[in-house]
């Protein structure tokens, strides 16, 4: 039987905020904007030239995380060759172009939906262990059970609040795109809202990374993109990101 969603998208957003990077883990304050608007930059910035920063630690890899890697994009491997595929594998998801307090994008769909890759690449770090503690400040922990992937196109996606990491999913493993990664839940900060955190950055890979892990440029209309069979690329948009704000 096919569930009716009776929530609107910014109404569970709004539930949902505390999870995706209020700070302190607390609600916004009323003076506080409770989204924040994306801000168009890929039409105004050219891609630089060069494969974006290889990561050199694992920054929020803790008794729950498997420790990074350091894999490097195929040299052969373009942008354009780049095959980008929708990050949750089922029919009825919604999601929403803005985002509490950062740029990253919650998709909310049921729980124990498909999550897998946005793009073939390498597993850079995963998160097997709910360690979050309700009420805890901000903080790599936010995310509950989550896994990250360097893609061929040298950006990285970030999923988390899973419910289940697949079976074989650690660091070091090859991915294609498309391939199961786990499964959506509400795991971490989730405010108890089935959904699966989505975010996009360069992999800095170094102490308090877990702030440019969780997603540093507008997902929205890249998501819009791949839902649609579409393959636009992130990739000028992460590399002009870093370039104004290297890894900090």
Not at 82 to 101: E, I, Q
Not at 195 to 208: E, K, N, Q, V, Y
């Amino acid at each position: 039987m096919v569930r009716v969603r009776t929530l609107s998208s910014l109404t569970v957003l709004a539930l949902c905020l505390a999870g995706c990077g209020a700070p302190g883990g607390d609600s916004p304050s009323t003076a506080d904007p409770r989204f924040v608007q994306p801000v168009p930059t890929e039409s105004a910035v050219p891609a630089a030239p060069g494969p974006a920063t290889s990561p050199s630690a694992s920054a929020s890899a803790g008794p729950s995380a498997s420790a990074s890697v350091r894999p490097k994009a195929k040299a052969s491997t373009t942008a354009k060759s780049v095959r980008y595929v929708f990050p949750v594998k089922a029919s009825n998801v919604d999601y929403h172009p803005t985002h509490g307090k950062y740029p990253a994008t919650d998709l909310f769909a049921d729980c124990g939906e498909p999550v897998v890759a946005a793009a073939s690449g390498v597993i850079l770090e995963t998160s097997l262990t709910d360690r979050y503690v309700e009420g805890s400040p901000d903080g790599p922990n936010n995310g509950g059970l989550s896994v990250s992937l360097l893609g061929d196109d040298g950006v990285r996606y970030y999923g988390s609040h899973l419910s289940k990491v697949q079976s074989g999913i650690r660091a070091g493993v090859r991915v294609t795109g498309g391939q199961r990664l786990g499964s959506v839940g509400r795991t971490g900060n989730a405010n108890n809202v089935c959904h699966l955190h989505f975010g996009i950055s360069p992999p800095c890979a170094r102490t308090g990374d877990w702030k440019v892990r969780r997603g540093v440029i507008w997902p929205a209309k890249y998501l819009d993109s791949w839902r649609k069979k579409g393959n636009l690329s992130p990739v000028a948009t992460v590399r002009a990101w870093q370039r104004e704000h290297g890894c900090g």
